[in-house]
């Protein structure tokens, strides 16, 4: 039997969560219509195509791109590469080679029975998914070796533009205490139609995701784990316009963790919704069978809405994300579902506020990898009130058994946090959760007081939100600004060009084996 610290009525959550799943069906509906050039890039890159032309251009993007000027893309890119396997004898990086160089003209091929086209891709397909077991089949052996530590997870960014002087900085961090590397993006790669190549020596807070890059740093990560006796765990980002092929790249090279968002994008990089939509449900099939925990991002929802009046629209998406996440086939326990800790630090009992918050989630998501984010609104250049609201934060962060702890410092608004300040804001939360490791079990929350009426509140806004989100749909609540006080049109932002109907001959083997992890 359930049981609530803070007296919620499950029966409520029941409800919020089926009101959830009926919002996701919803999405689902839509998104089963269609695919994207971005999901076609993805099975590309899932089939062995990789590399660039002479003009530096990505071959999955020649591939897809000749599809879609002739306006053939909506029977799907596995049509026409299974059927260019079986009329040229090549593979299929061979095949994407000859197209970029002009030599090859793969719709005017004669066309061969559907049947035999799935099969001439199907070897691809296994092997693509055989190199993902092992990833997956290697990670648990570090984990069954080597351990790891405990959680919440220590969570810290490295961002100089350089992937070697990343991997300087993220050794560092292991070797002070870190559990989770996150290797942030540069500036503006999520509006970027396309994945750059290679490793990566510039860029502008942030290095490029490619899938070299991914290599190097797990490699890295690796053996740096194993000098400190831990499994050090791999963290970037598939939100933005390549969301699923990112994804792809990190299975293919063994990520950890993935910001992987439903609404994330299109709230705070105006990328078209329908766009979105549609690439985060296979994103979310790859990283689920990979094993890849993903981060969401209600959390950023804090930084343009209030803290306080805007909870239950935290928890809101929250309930859409784990349910268009099960709907993916992504186990609970890889659903790090967000929120943050922006509550006014002026304001008279916030803590207990945000306590009833972070606790109210865990009950509501039990099995969930939760990440929880620092204090930064309110961040001032005062240090000394800054590792002060850091601590607060980490108070909550063990006793509520957050799973990922996203560590605030006092220099993290630049790029690269000084490595002494990384090194206390480790220090700050290790002190922390040993000192205070069993607070959790040993407090109550008194009935009628403040957390618990903070909660019921926060709930019951939820479900009221919910039901309207429910009745009006997804698009249109995009519209109104519901989430993070940002209004964004069905037919709006980036990448709409990209989204194609599915035609009569369209196949996409993947969805069902990933989901059904064969």
Not at 152 to 162: C, D, F, K, Q, S
Not at 283 to 291: E, L, P, T
């Amino acid at each position: 039997m359930r049981k609530s610290k803070l007296g919620l009525d499950f029966a409520q959550v029941d409800a919020a969560k089926q009101i959830a799943k009926n919002i996701a069906n919803q999405v689902q509906e839509f998104v089963d219509a269609y695919t994207t050039v971005t999901v076609e890039r993805t099975l590309c890159r899932l089939i062995g195509i990789d590399g660039v032309d002479e003009n530096g251009v990505p071959l999955p993007n020649r591939v897809v791109d000749s599809l879609l000027e002739k306006g053939v893309l909506s029977q799907g890119v596995l049509y026409f590469m299974g059927n260019a396997i079986i009329e040229t004898g090549m593979e299929p990086q061979a095949i994407a080679e000859k197209i970029a160089t002009g030599k090859i003209d793969i719709t005017t091929l004669k066309i061969n029975a559907l049947d035999k086209i799935q099969a001439a891709v199907q070897p691809y397909i296994d092997a693509c998914l055989t190199r993902i077991k092992g990833n997956v089949a290697k990670r648990n052996e570090y984990l069954s070796t080597i351990g790891e530590g405990p959680k919440p997870y220590l969570y810290i960014i490295v961002a100089t533009g350089n992937i070697y002087e990343d991997v300087v900085q993220a050794q560092a961090g292991a070797r002070q205490g870190a559990d989770v590397i996150a290797v942030i993006r540069t500036t503006g790669q999520s509006l970027l139609d396309y994945v750059p190549y290679g490793a990566t020596t510039e860029g502008f807070g942030g290095t490029f995701a490619t899938q070299e890059n991914f290599r190097i740093m797990r490699k890295a990560l690796d053996e740096v784990g194993e000098e400190v006796g831990r499994y050090i765990r791999l963290c970037n980002y598939c939100s933005g316009l390549c969301m699923p092929e990112i994804a792809a790249m990190g299975a293919l090279e063994r990520l950890d963790v993935m910001l992987n968002d439903a609404l994330y994008g299109i709230l705070f990089r105006d990328i078209n919704p329908q766009r979105t939509l549609v690439d985060q449900y296979f994103s979310r099939i790859i990283n689920g069978y990979a094993g890849v925990i993903i981060n969401t991002g209600e959390d950023n929802y804090l930084t343009t809405a209030d803290a306080v009046e805007a909870a239950h629209t935290v928890l809101a998406s929250d309930l859409i994300n784990e349910q268009l996440a099960l709907l993916a086939a992504l186990p609970e326990e890889q659903m790090g579902l967000g929120h943050a800790f922006e509550i006014d630090p002026m304001l008279e009992n916030g803590f207990l506020l945000e306590l009833a918050q972070a606790q109210m989630t865990r009950e509501i998501f039990p099995k969930a990898t939760l990440k929880y984010m620092p204090p930064t609104k309110f961040m001032t250049g005062n240090i000394f009130r800054g590792h002060i609201q850091d601590a607060l934060f980490n108070m909550i962060g063990i006793w509520t058994h957050q799973g990922i702890q996203l560590l605030g410092m006092p220099t993290e608004a630049i790029h690269t946090p000084f490595m002494s300040d990384r090194y206390l804001s480790i220090e700050n939360a290790r002190y922390i959760f040993n000192d205070m490791k069993s607070i959790g079990e040993e407090m109550e929350f008194r009935e009628g007081g403040i957390c618990r009426e903070r909660a019921k509140t926060v709930l019951n806004n939820t479900i009221e939100l919910l039901k309207q989100i429910e009745e009006e749909g997804m698009f249109t609540a995009l519209e109104k600004g519901i989430f993070g006080d940002v209004k964004r049109p069905m037919n709006g932002g980036k990448g709409l060009a990209g989204v194609v109907t599915k035609g009569e001959n369209y196949f996409n083997p993947f969805i069902e084996l990933m989901k059904n992890r064969k």
